[in-house]
């Protein structure tokens, strides 16, 4: 059974940097995609960043490029999400979510994800 557990979510001013971390487990094949989506209160979630991992390609929606950046540690199992020069539309839920199948784009609505950790950008 899969597991992702996040972490790194806060409190942070604008312009300010969190990074995020979703170590993974039970993931039943070595190649597969993952990465983060968010949900703010209302609203639907929104594919934010992910990584394929069998050539390391990433993917960003248009909102964060230049901002943030995704990476991983394949040893550790863990996959990363560097979010700098934070900005308060940035506020809402990051769920790291993973599928063996779908690709990037439609990291919304991969098969399995955390259960988020909170990033509030805030002055």
């Known amino acids: 059974q899969v597991q992702l557990v996040e972490s790194g979510g806060g409190l942070v001013q604008p312009g300010g940097s969190l990074r995020l971390s979703c170590v993974a487990s039970?993931?039943?094949?070595?190649?597969?995609?993952i990465g983060w989506f968010r949900q703010a209160p209302g609203q639907e979630r929104e594919g934010v960043s992910c990584i394929r991992t069998s050539d390391g390609s990433t993917h960003y929606t248009d909102s964060v490029k230049g901002r943030f950046t995704i990476s991983r540690d394949s040893a550790k199992r863990t996959v990363y999400l560097q979010m700098n020069n934070l900005k308060p539309e940035d506020t809402a839920v990051y769920y790291c979510?993973?599928?063996?199948?779908?690709?990037?784009?439609?990291?919304?609505?991969?098969?399995?994800w955390g259960q988020g950790t909170q990033v509030t950008v805030s002055s």
């Open positions: 039970g993931i039943s094949s070595d190649y597969y995609y």
């Open positions: 979510a993973t599928d063996v199948n779908l690709p990037c784009i439609y990291i919304s609505h991969f098969g399995s």
